[in-house]
């Protein structure tokens, strides 16, 4: 189960949760930021120019 395993299953710390770490807050503000940014996609029509000079393309 691990260090804190009998201790997780039971929800024991503040309100059920155990924090990961200082680094836990930057991660999850990673995470939020490219989930919201793929939510907000909006996909755009690209378009190719052909020319056509003396029958060559």
Do not use: C, N, W
């Not at 299953?9 to 059920?16: C, F, P, Q, V």
């Not at 949760?17 to 996909?43: H, K, N």
Request: no cysteine; net charge positive; hydrophobic share 40%.
């Amino acid at each position: 189960m691990g260090l804190m395993g009998s201790d997780l299953a039971k929800g024991k710390g503040k309100a059920g949760l155990v924090s990961a770490g200082r680094v836990q807050s930057a991660t999850l503000g990673l995470v939020v930021t490219r989930d919201r940014t793929i939510e907000a996609f909006i996909p755009v029509d690209h378009y190719q120019a052909k020319i056509t000079l003396g029958g060559a393309s």
